[in-house]
């Protein structure tokens, strides 16, 4: 009964493949956001959707199309992977926007040769 | 503008205490977050913190906010080895939902 989930948990690819990475959470929270954090442990926003509409977007390269095909998933699609993409993405939601607290899944450790 | 601040790594014997600092920049932010990051595993809420609070307790973690200084602390008391972990403070600004995370404090327990 994990609240915040996410596939795979470790992603090994080729530079220029496509992937995606999928969240999912039992909470009946509105919001999920992606983080990502870098070999130097940086945690940094890339997205945020609430009900299913995207209302945080920081300058991400348009390689990175976030879904949300309902508000308990928000996947991330990865195109033309770059070595600069390797990283750990996290997942998290929260109630709502205005809510204190997030939940963060466990990550998922991309590696891009 | 948004940005924590941290220092990298800490140091400190089992049975200490431990203090943790981090200083952030928006004044409007309205929480403030501890979380917790083992080796290999994702992040844990420890605790937070509303900005219009000086101190929060809770057990062994007690938070502290200068709000006018823009610094938040965190004391961990009779620390463990199983304390040893990364800890990383977030401001939220505004509504925004988005959390501004500092780089991270390397809390290093030793026996």
């Known amino acids: 009964d994990t609240a915040v989930s996410q596939t795979p948990k470790y992603l090994v690819t080729q530079m220029g493949n496509d992937k995606s990475i999928k969240c999912e959470q039992n909470l009946g929270h509105d919001t999920m956001y992606w983080y990502k954090q870098d070999s130097k442990k940086f945690l940094k926003i890339m997205f945020s959707?609430?009900?299913?509409?995207?209302?945080i977007n920081e300058t991400v390269p348009n390689r990175f199309s976030p879904k949300s095909p309902d508000k308990a998933h928000l996947n991330l699609h990865i195109n033309s992977l770059e070595l600069g993409d390797s990283a750990v993405y996290f997942c998290?939601?929260?109630?709502?926007?205005?809510?204190?607290?997030?939940?963060f899944g466990p990550g998922t450790r991309l590696l891009v040769l | 503008g948004e940005d924590v601040e941290q220092s990298l790594f800490l140091s400190v014997r089992e049975g200490d205490s431990s203090v943790i600092n981090c200083t952030y920049t928006?004044?409007?932010?309205?929480?403030l977050y501890w979380y917790k990051q083992e080796p290999g595993a994702g992040l844990q809420l420890l605790t937070y913190?509303?900005?219009?609070?000086d101190m929060k307790q809770d057990q062994r973690l007690t938070v502290l906010l200068n709000k006018k200084d823009k610094h938040l602390s965190l004391r961990i008391a009779d620390t463990q080895t199983g304390d040893s972990a990364i800890y990383f403070c977030a401001e939220r600004p505004g509504n925004t939902g988005k959390l501004i995370f500092g780089q991270g404090t390397t809390l290093q327990v030793k026996p």
């Open positions: 913190i509303f900005s219009n609070m």
């Open positions: 928006d004044s409007s932010s309205t929480y």
């Open positions: 959707y609430n009900n299913k509409e995207l209302i």
């Open positions: 998290a939601s929260s109630q709502d926007i205005v809510q204190e607290t997030q939940y």
